[in-house]
């Protein structure tokens, strides 16, 4: 039986076509296969401002990237603090949270035609509701990404032009160094094997875990 100590909150970050969609599921499974509880998690919700964020992000809505940012950012609280599937509520019931994108996401790609702090000051109210105890960015190269996403996806998203996605690893990285006193941020290499990179993320993560 569990404890009530809080959950563990580990968030993936990475370009689109980085894997680490792939390597939150390997996580999840590995975490089920020993006994932890577990959820997975992702922003955009499915509360009605995320909806309208995946309309602009498959290109259905057009708008301007201040809005799309802070449309981000109220989704985002939304999704800490809801009373019936928020973080925040799995994490004090003891249950480890795996999230796939969190408020560095929008650090990387809206900050791509905005100033960082602009961003980094909408996100503030995430932050101080919930700080990750580790961000792991699954770093592989633009190109590599692109040809995943043009070999998996039948809709490509706003945001997945090689171009931006340069810009945009250039940024993860920018962010990184700004909060590297602040945050727990792993730089995980995503050009290897798939197996190689989970049992690198599992050494680097499991002491984080509650049972």
Request: proline share 3%; net charge negative.
């Amino acid at each position: 039986m569990q404890n009530r100590e809080r959950g563990a909150f580990i968030v993936f970050e990475g370009i689109d076509g980085s894997g680490k969609g792939t390597q939150v599921s390997l996580l999840k499974k590995r975490l089920e296969e020993e006994g932890f509880p577990v959820c997975r998690a992702a922003e955009p919700n499915d509360s009605p401002i995320g909806s309208l964020i995946h309309q602009i992000m498959i290109g259905r809505i057009r708008t301007t990237n201040d809005v799309i940012a802070a449309l981000f950012a109220a989704d985002r609280l939304d999704h800490i603090q809801n009373e019936t599937n928020g973080l925040l509520q799995f994490l004090n019931k003891g249950i480890n949270v795996l999230e796939d994108r969190y408020y560095f996401s929008s650090y990387a790609y809206q900050s791509v035609d905005m100033p960082m702090e602009w961003i980094m000051n909408a996100n503030e109210p995430c932050e101080r509701l919930l700080r990750a105890d580790m961000t792991l960015f699954i770093d592989i190269s633009p190109e590599r990404a692109m040809e995943r996403i043009e070999n998996n996806r039948v809709t490509k998203e706003l945001f997945e032009e090689k171009e931006r996605l340069v810009r945009t690893r250039e940024r993860y990285l920018e962010a990184f160094e700004l909060r590297r006193d602040r945050e727990q941020i792993v730089i995980i290499d995503g050009d290897r094997d798939a197996g190689e990179i989970a049992a690198d993320i599992w050494e680097k993560t499991r002491d984080l875990f509650r049972k």
